[in-house]
């Protein structure tokens, strides 16, 4: 048997968003043997360490130090931040991509894939330089790119998006259209796929100590939670009909201080830490509540969950237009905080003209299967 080829992966861990999309291509990958190629994800983190100038400083990755920002709700100010860095990167992109080429000529990969954003120039003179004749694809893991030098450079072989008005800004930034392969939805971990139906439901929701009847709100505020988790489900659990999942994800203090509101709930709020369990509370809920993180939306589209979106100064600059694809097809409504969002979540919980508008726009979204659109397109990379 011919020896599969090897295909790169860089992620970045600032967000859960990239290294759960280099995970998905790897689950992909092993419910597809016959492709020709494996898969290697490599952490950029490690391969720019000794250029990572906020770690020599503060003894904290730059990476860690974006995840504290979004865990403490520190983001007004990203904007800004991110253009200082995307402008640390240009002047230091010949340093960056000699590390990069470094680790590409140690294991000759036939193949490299991006899933991370601001570090792609880098990436591509790395690969021009290492590996001549290689092709260099990137897959975005947001809806859309947030110019310049994001996500989109010049010299990309192929670009993943899931979006139209993606690829139109792909085409705007001189990529030639040939090269953008527009997916079916931004890429999910295979256990998204099959839709739980109405025994998952019944059964999650008997888990929880819900009842049939229920109208279910699930939290949900990315990988490492958001502070308003708590004053939200605090203000949702005043409506008596309603019920509450709260995920506070990898955010231990967040957790934790939701004890005393669970005490004080009298069952109505389940409170879930970091879990794998998302498609079962989705499948047992009747509207997420959520930032416009492109993974949570992702999720509740596939499983046809209305969602309920804040937009604000504080949103991170590259799920700003997620909101209005949200409100633009329908999918949600969207707020300007969460102190409005209990507003919104009763609207959806007691307009039923409104839930059915909004079934049939997630509905009309169709079929979601973007990581083996992805993987079969690194395949064709390969080949060609």
């Known amino acids: 048997m011919e020896e599969k080829r090897e295909a790169v992966v860089f992620f970045i861990n600032a967000g859960g968003g990239h290294r759960a999309a280099a995970r998905a291509l790897e689950a992909g990958l092993a419910e597809r043997p016959e492709l020709p190629f494996r898969l290697r994800p490599v952490p950029l983190q490690r391969v720019l360490a000794p250029l990572d100038f906020v770690a020599r400083l503060t003894g904290i990755s730059l990476e860690e130090t974006y995840n504290d920002m979004v865990r403490c709700g520190r983001t007004r100010f990203l904007v800004p931040l991110l253009r200082s860095l995307q402008l640390a990167i240009r002047v230091r992109r010949r340093a960056l991509a000699r590390l990069i080429g470094e680790e590409l000529r140690r294991t000759r990969p036939a193949v490299v894939v991006s899933v991370t954003p601001n570090f792609n120039a880098a990436i591509r003179d790395a690969v021009r330089a290492a590996l001549p004749g290689a092709h260099f694809v990137v897959m975005l893991t947001d809806l859309a790119d947030f110019p310049p030098h994001f996500w989109i450079e010049p010299g990309i072989d192929r670009l993943l998006v899931a979006t139209d008005h993606a690829a139109e800004q792909a085409v705007r930034a001189g990529l030639p259209r040939a090269r953008v392969t527009r997916t079916s939805g931004m890429p999910l971990h295979p256990r998204f796929y099959p839709r739980l139906g109405g025994a998952a ?57 939701m ?26 809920a009747d509207v997420l509540v959520t930032k416009p993180g492109p993974g949570s939306l992702a999720e509740a589209f596939h499983q046809q969950v209305p969602v309920v979106v804040t937009s604000n100064g504080r949103t991170i600059p590259q799920e700003r237009w ?22 919104a979540v009763y609207r959806i919980a007691t307009d039923e003209p409104l839930r059915t508008r909004m079934h049939f726009a997630l509905r009309c979204l169709g079929e979601n299967r973007a ?12 080949r060609g």
Do not use: W
Not at 233 to 247: D, F, H, N, W, Y
Not at 322 to 343: C, D, I, M, T, Y
Not at 371 to 382: C, P, R, T
């Open 322 to 343: 997620n909101a209005r694809f949200v409100e633009q097809k329908g999918l949600g409504l969207v707020v300007r905080s969460h102190f409005e969002a209990p507003a």
């Open 201 to 257: 439901r019944a059964r999650v929701r008997a888990e929880l100590g819900f009842v049939t009847e229920d109208f279910v709100a699930l939290l949900l505020f990315g990988g490492k939670g958001a502070p308003e988790l708590v004053p939200l489900a605090e203000e949702l659990l005043r409506m008596p009909a309603l019920r509450v999942v709260a995920v506070c994800g990898d955010n231990p203090p967040l957790y934790d201080h």
């Open 259 to 284: 004890e005393p509101l669970m005490a004080r709930s009298r069952g109505r709020l389940a409170r879930f830490g970091f879990t794998d369990r998302v498609p079962e509370l989705l499948a047992a």
């Open 371 to 382: 990581i083996y659109e992805a993987l079969d397109a690194v395949a064709a990379e390969l």
